[in-house]
């Protein structure tokens, strides 16, 4: 079992885990969350506050039905995600549990604040895997709806898309859980994706940039066409036009 530190053991046997921890485990919070928690180390970037409701919640909302859930996992057939969307869909968090994870929210965020809600499964985002696009995110979510959205990422973890992924690569194991990501919504004029190496000519010493003005779901979704910029190891911008959104902008994004 997972090394605890005193600030996990307060918030509780179900591990909600937040930013500022010192461990935050692979296994409890998936690849997502893994990775945004050593992003968040970097004292030169400046990310979100965020909470993670491990593994462990994710079980306790199955309760009894674990073995159920279990059972059609590991006797697995085309058909049996909508059994296992069914079987989350009617059951729910006990009253300590929702109460947990009021109080984790309230000492954690001010008031009125609005969440990304971001499903983090334990086998996505690895090495081999990454599952990219196929579980849900929820953005501009309020306190009201935060146990539905929750409902909704793991619903999403085991979608007809995910499951025959899962099942091509030999990835359906009983252990499969979904972990979620509540994070504080920003004020924001662009959004967008960057990768350290130009994944058109796979150059390490080229960085891609692509935004949009608002959120980033835009792009994701390819409803709005990106502005996309080249900056290489020298930090100069060898592709793009940057009169719209400044030079300045696109090289600190860069450093």
Wanted: hydrophobic share 35%; with cysteine.
């Amino acid at each position: 079992y997972l090394q605890k530190t005193k600030k996990n053991k307060e918030r509780g046997k179900e591990m909600i885990y937040k930013y500022n921890d010192e461990n935050v485990p692979l296994n409890k919070v998936g690849g997502k969350a893994y990775n945004l928690a050593h992003l968040s180390k970097i004292k030169s970037i400046n990310v979100p506050k965020w909470v993670c409701l491990s593994t462990d919640v994710f079980w306790k909302l199955l309760g009894e039905k674990k073995d159920e859930y279990e059972k059609l996992i590991s006797d697995y057939s085309t058909k049996n995600y909508e059994k296992i969307i069914r079987l989350i869909n009617e059951s729910d968090f006990d009253e300590k549990t929702r109460n947990e994870i009021e109080n984790v929210l309230s000492n954690t965020f001010k008031r009125d604040v609005k969440f990304a809600v971001r499903s983090s499964a334990t086998d996505e985002d690895s090495d081999e895997y990454s599952f990219a696009g196929m579980l849900d995110s929820s953005l501009n979510v309020g306190l009201e709806r935060i146990f539905e959205e929750i409902r909704k990422c793991y619903v999403s973890g085991f979608s007809e898309r995910v499951m025959e992924y899962r099942a091509k690569n030999n990835l359906v194991k009983k252990d499969i859980a979904v972990a979620v990501i509540i994070q504080e919504m920003i004020e924001h004029d662009y959004a967008g994706v960057m990768f350290t190496i130009n994944p058109k000519t796979n150059n390490p010493d080229e960085t891609q940039i692509s935004i949009v003005e608002g959120l980033g779901e835009k792009l994701v979704s390819g409803e709005n066409d990106s502005m996309d910029y080249v900056v290489d190891v020298l930090g100069e911008i060898v592709k793009g036009d940057t009169d719209k959104v400044g030079q300045q902008l696109i090289l600190d994004l860069a450093k």
